[in-house]
């Protein structure tokens, strides 16, 4: 049976704390109001064995937590009793702890939103932005519906981006691992023939004295391979840095065209889903424009906002900007008019992650046989050099 940690105010007003084992935090609730006391806090105690080597929390067991709390109050239960039951039924240990926060807070009659706040979960910024709405406006089974879908939606974009480099990534990862071990064990196999010949082609010198180098200095590089690799996976954790990275990334042309429309297609969606739950288009813009990834894009779209705010059209805004395609421009200039934006966002965003879907498929057809032509031809190249280091052995000894 799990132990808990309570907090209670009695009837003279005096705090105490406490250690009860039951069955869940609101059997804990329950026994303690009827011995009189004014429950504060209620925590599950933690076991540090337990928690000790415990996996990381992944986005999707935070989607899976809230699209239950969703289905929950959906149905009618009262959201202090879904908060609970989602304390009680999560799997890993972080939700449960975040929902027992929640339940705390609740329990001191915070809002959903500070209680949400107060979990520490890594939720995006438009999930606040929708519970509030949601709050204000008495839908809230609604607003985390839309935030779960939105999660759902980022997740799916993320999984197919990640999907789609696995293979180019693999392949290169190969081709360099065949280029190293061809110059660490192939090549200076051959290494006598720069002491047999004097006057090697230039090639040929090149490829043995690398292979020479690469096979006296393997620790070296290996050790050199290992601390590049941490020291850019340390580096890349920086905001910043990602942040350079994608803006580069962006440049150039055969990607420039593929992540824009990712971009704008989550941008489109973010709009959709806020927009259905009542949040200010102000608010919306802004909070949709702070997702964008590109550098460029946000700033035609921050451009944007700053016209709306005084007073122009949306669509007349993001076209005097540049920020979206024609087809877009129309959309939403027919939610405009007909008072359905959300509708045409939603439209929007299906939209572009078509076209991007589309585009990125033909990057990946220029990628893979570009990384293919690229191995192949360094092997080649070290090949070539071997053939021209025996051969120029064969003429002098002839």
Do not use: C
């Amino acid at each position: 049976m799990p132990a808990y940690d309570y907090e209670v105010v009695d009837a003279n007003g005096q705090s105490s704390k406490g250690h009860l084992e039951a069955e869940s935090p609101s059997d804990v609730v329950r026994r303690l109001a009827a011995a009189g006391h004014t429950v504060v806090d209620v925590s599950e105690t933690r076991d540090a064995a337990r928690a000790f080597g415990r996996r990381r929390l992944r986005g999707a067991d935070v989607v899976v937590a809230f699209h239950e709390l969703a289905t929950l109050l959906g149905s009618g239960v009262s959201l202090g009793d879904a908060v609970l039951a989602q304390s009680r039924g999560s799997h890993h240990p972080s939700l449960v702890a975040a929902f027992d926060t929640m339940a705390r807070h609740l329990m001191r009659g915070e809002r959903f939103l500070d209680a949400m706040g107060a979990s520490g979960l890594p939720l995006p910024d438009y999930v606040h932005q929708l519970v509030e709405a949601g709050e204000a406006s008495g839908r809230l089974p609604q607003a985390l519906r839309q935030a779960v879908d939105q999660m759902q939606y980022d997740q799916r974009v993320a999984a197919d981006i990640r999907g789609a480099l696995t293979y180019p990534a693999i392949l290169v990862v190969a081709g360099v691992t065949a280029v190293l071990l061809v110059f660490i064990f192939v090549v200076p196999q051959f290494a006598n023939l720069l002491e047999e010949a004097e006057n090697l082609p230039l090639l040929a010198e090149f490829v043995l004295r690398a292979g020479v180098w690469f096979n006296a200095n393997t620790w070296l590089l290996a050790g050199t391979v290992v601390a590049a690799a941490a020291f850019g996976t340390v580096l890349f954790r920086r905001r910043a840095v990602r942040q350079r990275v994608m803006d580069i990334v962006g440049t150039v042309p055969i990607l420039r065209e593929w992540l824009s429309e990712v971009d704008t297609a989550k941008w489109a969606s973010v709009m959709g889903a806020m927009l259905a739950s009542r949040v200010e288009l102000m608010d919306a813009l802004g909070l949709a424009s702070r997702g964008v990834r590109i550098s460029r894009r946000k700033v035609l779209l921050e451009r944007a906002v700053n016209e709306v705010r005084a007073g122009t059209p949306l669509s007349e805004a993001l076209e005097q900007q540049d920020a979206l395609t024609p087809t877009g421009y129309n959309l939403i200039r027919v939610g405009e008019r007909s008072g359905q934006l959300a509708e045409m966002m939603r439209a929007l965003a299906e939209l572009y992650e078509e076209n991007g879907t589309r585009r990125m498929k033909r990057v990946l057809t220029l990628i893979e046989p570009l990384a293919v032509l690229a191995i192949g031809g360094v092997l080649g190249t070290i090949m070539i050099g071997l053939v021209l280091a025996i051969t120029s052995v064969n003429e002098l000894v002839l």
